[in-house]
């Protein structure tokens, strides 16, 4: 398996543009995860999915941020509109449902508004 | 809100010598922890995992778990400065995700 998988690597957008970020989790799994990564807030869980659903999306952090999984091997994140802070790198990461197992990053995106 | 702290380093061991990597959480109901790797510009990758109270050991890794206290830490062991990164610990699992500290930044001197 070629594990998850993002696109785009790096985003380098004007602010007030749409944003769009991809995921492809690894096949069979069935949660999927959007993390933010910055240096002063560290890894933050944005938004999961479970059998593509959205279970918890109380950690997006406005209205600007939305997440769609319309299918088992496919998510995205968009940002519209975006704003210099958004500025980060985007992970996604997708896991098994079980016992608790671990969680698989994908590369990342970063992202950077000018 | 569930929190993981960690202390942010930079944490500086001697090449060979253990370095100890400690995490506390504020869900006492938590059940599944997990230390991840992360090197400069690269995406988190699992190392240890652990559920029981105790220890447990792969390779050079070691993670400890206090449930009591709510407190994990991992020891490395005959360090080397490929261990040099910035190590995550992380709560929770399954189909709750992962809440993460901060990540402490560990620096092995050769």
């Known amino acids: 398996d070629a594990g998850v998988i993002q696109s785009p690597r790096h985003e380098v957008t004007e602010m007030g543009q749409e944003v769009t970020l991809r995921c492809k989790p690894i096949?069979?799994?069935?949660?999927l995860f959007w993390y933010r990564q910055t240096m002063m807030r560290g890894l933050e869980l944005l938004i999961y999915f479970n059998n593509n659903v959205p279970i918890d999306d109380s950690g997006m952090p406005e209205d600007r941020f939305s997440a769609k999984m319309p299918n088992a091997s496919f998510s995205t994140l968009k940002i519209q509109p975006s704003e210099p802070r958004d500025s980060a790198v985007y992970f996604c990461?997708?896991?098994?449902?079980?016992?608790?197992?671990?969680?698989?990053f994908g590369q990342g995106t970063r992202l950077t508004v000018v | 809100q569930k929190e993981v702290e960690q202390n942010s380093g930079p944490l500086s061991v001697p090449e060979g010598a253990i370095a100890s990597l400690n995490c506390t959480y504020s869900d006492r109901g938590s059940q599944s922890f997990f230390w991840y790797r992360q090197y400069s510009g690269k995406s988190p990758e699992l190392i240890m995992f652990?559920?029981?109270?105790g220890d447990k050991e792969d390779g050079r890794f070691t993670a400890q778990l206090n449930k009591a206290s709510q407190y994990v830490s991992l020891l490395i062991r005959d360090s080397q400065p490929s261990d040099s990164a910035t190590y995550l610990c992380?709560?929770?699992?399954?189909?709750?995700?992962?809440?993460f500290g901060k990540g402490t930044h560990l620096i092995i001197q050769p």
């Open positions: 652990i559920y029981s109270n």
């Open positions: 992380a709560v929770g699992g399954g189909a709750d995700g992962l809440t």
């Open positions: 096949s069979g799994h069935n949660s």
């Open positions: 990461a997708s896991s098994w449902t079980g016992e608790s197992t671990e969680a698989f």
